[in-house]
């Protein structure tokens, strides 16, 4: 089943509902990762659960751009927050980031992470989780917030 581009470039200019989206990208992950729809719902994680993998998320990433017409930054979103406080506080951009220390989350990092990604369990985002694991905590319902902040011309 392939995506009617005419349809999607007509509809992302139109305001969609929260319904909509989901149901949209859950057919988009369903096509990505060649499994049947059904088994695809707002809270599927998409490696654990559904089997994808790293370069999965690329291919997803590429058809919701192509579907709702948004652009998904192409940084760490970390990185970019990071970047972020270190200008407001007036610190050179190479100083040591507060939100990743050796390759795991800080307290503040953790933070940051709950707040961006309210659709995960706050438990999976605790003390010791390092940055390489974010991708496992991504799922159905991180992909819907993201588009939906993307329509409105929010920052992820």
């Known amino acids: 089943m392939d995506i009617d581009a ?9 305001v ?30 998409i490696i654990e659960d559904l089997g994808g993998e790293s370069l999965d998320f690329l291919d ?12 998904f930054p192409k940084d760490n979103m970390l990185e970019r927050e990071s970047l972020r406080r270190k200008q407001a506080l007036g610190r050179p951009t190479d ?10 989350l800080t307290e503040a990092g953790l933070v940051l992470m709950r707040e961006k990604m309210p659709e995960v369990d706050p438990a999976r985002i605790a003390p010791g989780l390092r940055e390489e694991d974010i ?3 991504i799922n159905v319902q991180t992909f819907i917030n993201a588009v939906e902040k993307l329509l409105q011309g929010k920052e992820l």
Do not use: Y
């Open 6 to 14: 005419s349809v999607a470039s007509t509809e992302s200019s139109l």
């Open 135 to 137: 991708v496992a905590l």
């Open 95 to 104: 100083a040591p980031c507060d939100l990743v220390e050796d390759g795991v």
């Open 60 to 71: 997803i990433i590429f058809r919701l751009e192509k579907e709702f017409g948004v652009a």
């Open 16 to 45: 969609l509902d929260q319904e909509e989206i989901g149901a949209r990208v859950r057919r988009i992950v369903a096509l990505a990762l060649v499994i049947d729809e059904a088994e695809v719902t707002p809270q599927s994680a």
